[in-house]
């Protein structure tokens, strides 16, 4: 799942963001955790996904001090994977999800498995569940590699 954002992306607003596989920043976006400026606490995932998204010394400056970041700076720090001008943004989303569609389903579920199981472990553990819980290859993998080797021709 893509979140876009485009204009402010504040307390409640950004713990949904990060709930996503990745966010996209229009230049205008502004991100901020203002839970601490009106003496509230995180019910639906910031504490839990920023540190991971950010280091957690990075989380804790934005959780202590609430302040507002822009797109580059969020980019800078990972929250965003990158920023687009506001003027393009629309087109680029469009493009993103158009390339994302066009891949296989099965391996994007798969993966996503994959990265859960195993976020937050040793690398060796990791390892080894990859090897051992691929799920191998998906029902269409024949069908895409004959269409890949046919563009060849």
Not at 103 to 120: M, P, Q
Request: one cysteine or more; glycine letters at 10%; aromatic letters at 8%.
């Amino acid at each position: 799942m893509i979140a876009a954002v485009h204009g402010h992306c504040y307390t409640g607003a950004l713990e949904v963001a990060l709930a996503a596989d990745f966010i996209l920043a229009a230049d205008s976006a502004r991100f901020g955790d203002t839970h601490a400026k009106w003496a509230l606490t995180p019910v639906w995932g910031m504490s839990q996904r920023l540190p991971r998204r950010v280091g957690v010394a990075t989380a804790k400056r934005l959780m202590f001090t609430a302040d507002m970041i822009d797109a580059d700076e969020a980019v800078r720090i990972g929250l965003a994977e990158y920023a687009v001008p506001l003027a393009q943004f629309d087109a680029e989303i469009e493009a993103l999800a158009n390339k994302i569609v066009a891949n296989s389903g099965f391996s994007h579920a798969a993966n996503k498995r994959l990265l859960e199981a195993t976020d937050g472990g040793p690398l060796d553990a990791g390892l080894q569940w990859e090897v051992m819980e691929s799920e191998g290859h998906g029902p269409d993998m024949h069908e895409r590699i004959g269409a890949f080797i046919g563009k060849g021709k």
